[in-house]
């Protein structure tokens, strides 16, 4: 360490720069818990979709008080797109990135609505039963496909495959999107939910916080890994696990799915869909555990200095892959569960007071 680096905290690890009541993971014991303690084993196939925001959204006008019936018609309630955000979806490039897509798509779709003026739970669920529908209608047109229109009575995990594909899903592939939406909803303060927070700070609007969160999601290091790790594992199965680690590794390229922050062990969360894969993606699976098997004898060779085990993003590809998802769509599956964490964490920064966020550089002359 340099005499510069005495002052600068790289990539802020470590820094704390607020409280939370919305979860909590122990990086060094691989455990994650929700508000209130629920880990997210348990919370995981026992808790919907809209019960995850039940229990992480605040409640100003006591509506949730239904239980998650109240929270699936308000999302239903919220989930037509306005005509022109209908219309920029039929015109952007069919090939475009889907995440820059949807930013778009998410920003012309506020401007008839709360979310594009204020920070409320209202604006909330605009912004996420707005982004499923978005996302949906990309699906389709990616597909060559008319949209299909929202389905009342369906839940939220069911309904995003039933726009996308225009069909009644089947069990297993609800139960796939359903988990992967649950456990990927939230995860403290993480790169994207720190964006949402950093531009909440200045007081500006929900979407403008969500729409810089996604754009800090699409990056490789964060919500573009399980795409990533889903192309590694598919390399995997039409070559070899091990040519497929050596030579990522040889070229010193980094391995998908690998890595954390704050994680020095198997993430919790990539064991719940590690577990799915078992049974729901087996071949998927089977390849992943082979190229495990080389990879974390090889990174701990490497001599990093840090245990480098299995991130959430591992298994995800394989999760998401069942349920029907194309892998162009995967970081906006993402996206579509972490919302809820992006919209909890902005707006318990602004109401526990939301002093700006605003670090300093050491000047280097
Ligand atoms: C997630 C990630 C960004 C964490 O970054 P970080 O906290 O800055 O990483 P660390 O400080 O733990 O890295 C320590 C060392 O391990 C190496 N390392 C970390 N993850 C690695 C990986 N997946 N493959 C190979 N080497 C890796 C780093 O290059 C670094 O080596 P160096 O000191 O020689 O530069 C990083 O692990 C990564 O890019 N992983 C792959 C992408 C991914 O899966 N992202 C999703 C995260 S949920």
């Known amino acids: 360490m340099n005499s510069v680096d005495q002052d600068i905290v790289h990539g802020l690890e470590g820094v704390m720069v607020c409280g939370t009541r919305l979860s909590h993971y122990d990086g060094p014991n691989g455990t994650f818990v929700l508000r209130g303690g629920a880990d ?13 925001i039940e229990h992480l959204w605040p409640d100003p006008d006591a509506s949730f008080s239904k239980g998650s019936p109240g929270v699936a018609h308000r999302l239903h309630e919220c989930s037509q797109l306005t005509p022109a955000a209908v219309d920029l979806l039929a015109r952007t490039p069919v090939d475009g990135d889907a995440i820059d897509v949807l930013k778009a798509a998410l920003a012309v779709d506020a401007l008839e609505k709360s979310s594009s003026r204020d920070l409320s739970v209202n604006g909330a669920f605009e912004l996420t039963a707005g982004l499923a529908t978005a996302a949906a209608r990309l699906a389709r047109r990616r597909a060559g496909q008319p949209p299909v229109e929202p389905r009342p009575g369906l839940g939220f995990a069911a309904n995003f495959l039933y726009m996308s594909t225009g069909a009644p899903p089947d069990d297993r592939q609800v139960r796939c999107l359903e988990t992967y939406l649950v456990v990927m909803a939230e995860h403290g303060l993480n790169p994207s939910t720190f964006s949402a927070c950093v531009t909440a700070s200045t007081g500006s609007d929900l979407c403008s916080a969500v729409v810089a969160a996604m754009g800090t999601l699409k990056g490789p290091a964060h919500g573009g890994a399980v795409g990533e790790a889903w192309a590694m594992v598919n390399d995997a199965m039409s070559g070899s696990a091990e040519q497929v ?6 070229a010193n390229r980094l391995l998908p799915g690998f890595g954390h922050r704050e994680y020095r062990v198997y993430d919790p969360r990539a064991k719940i869909f590690r577990d799915l894969c078992r049974t729901e993606n087996p071949a998927y699976f089977r390849t992943a555990q082979e190229i495990e098997a080389v990879a974390l004898p090889q990174l701990a060779e ?42 909890a964490h902005a707006l318990e920064y602004v109401d526990s007071g939301g002093r700006l966020i605003s670090p300093t550089s050491k000047w280097l002359g």
Not at 40 to 52: H, K, L, N, T
């Open 245 to 250: 680690v050596r030579g990522r590794l040889a």
């Open 302 to 343: 490497r001599g990093v200095g840090r245990t480098i085990s299995v991130n959430v993003d591992f298994y995800a590809g394989g999760v998401l892959a069942a349920a029907g998802i194309a892998p162009e769509l995967f970081t906006s599956c993402f996206a579509m569960a972490r919302i809820v964490g992006w919209c």
């Open 40 to 52: 997210i084993r348990d919370v995981a196939g026992r808790m919907s979709f809209e019960d995850v």
